[in-house]
């Protein structure tokens, strides 16, 4: 009985089985390599096959939509339109057309092109009517004027407090202090707070505030038949139309009621 070898096939003698399996991977690999060079083939004429049917596909519709020729002597041949006339309605059927076509006609004063009218994002139905007793569009724009008015008049209110503010702000030195002076005064009690001359603010201490006036400068005020002489400890009301602001001692010494008008003048 012959000897079989490992891959099967009966051992010859005198040859080596490691050779013989070299030999068939390299039939296998040649094999390998000439079906994979078959499936490139194939796909390179499917590819064509594909772009070929997509043309004869593409050059079928552009014939079918171009209509056929029509001999001039055919009995269903149109008759040629007339010669249009040089009157007004030949310019109107050319600006007709030109707004068809989208190409406007250059204007001889370089405006520019005529703007097509664009229609409305969210057009009115035909069957929209105001609900009863909704306000007319005279109405809208009577109330618009009016807001309007109200806050150019607040505008104006704003611009002359803030000029009196500025006003107030004038330097101490260019001030009028000559004689007795009267002015709108209020009162601060923002007790336990810095003062902007030193210190903190008592109950019981006795001083105003002025804009400009130096640190230390004092004041003789006269309310109701009562006269006090206070300095000056701290900046402020910075509210238009106001020129001092008393403590509350002060205030309190002079029965003051916390604003209104009030006599001063530089103490001598």
């Known amino acids: 009985m012959p000897r079989v070898s490992r891959l099967g096939t009966p051992a010859e003698k005198g040859v080596n089985p490691h050779i013989r399996f070299r030999k068939g991977a390299a039939a296998s690999s040649r094999l390998i390599i000439r079906v994979m060079a078959e499936s490139r083939r194939l796909r390179r004429a499917a590819v064509a096959i594909v772009v070929a049917l997509a043309c004869a596909a593409s050059l079928s519709a552009c014939g079918k939509s171009a209509p056929a020729p029509r001999l001039a002597n055919s009995p269903t041949a149109p008759s040629p339109d007339p010669p249009a006339r040089s009157s007004g309605a030949g310019t109107q059927a050319l600006a007709n057309t030109t707004s068809t076509t989208g190409a406007a006609a250059p204007q001889p004063n370089g405006a520019g092109a005529a703007r097509a009218a664009v229609a409305p994002a969210h057009p009115v139905p035909a069957a929209f009517r105001p609900a009863p007793g909704a306000p007319s569009d005279a109405e809208v724009r009577s109330e618009l004027a009016k807001m309007s008015a109200i806050r150019r008049r607040e505008d104006r209110l704003r611009l002359s407090a803030a000029a009196a503010n500025l006003a107030g702000l004038l330097p101490w030195t260019l001030e009028?202090?000559?004689?007795?002076?009267?002015?709108?005064?209020?009162?601060?009690?923002?007790?336990?707070?810095?003062?902007?001359?030193?210190g903190v603010l008592g109950r019981s201490q006795l001083g105003v505030a002025h804009k400009t006036a130096p640190c230390g400068t004092l004041i003789t005020f006269g309310y109701g038949g009562r006269v006090l002489t206070v300095p000056v400890i701290d900046r402020g009301p910075y509210i238009a139309g106001r020129e001092w602001d008393l403590t509350g001692a002060t205030a309190a010494a002079l029965g003051f009621p916390g604003l209104g008008k009030i006599e001063w003048s530089l103490a001598r």
């Open 176 to 198: 009028p202090k000559s004689g007795v002076q009267v002015s709108v005064a209020s009162v601060f009690t923002d007790y336990g707070l810095g003062l902007a001359c030193g």
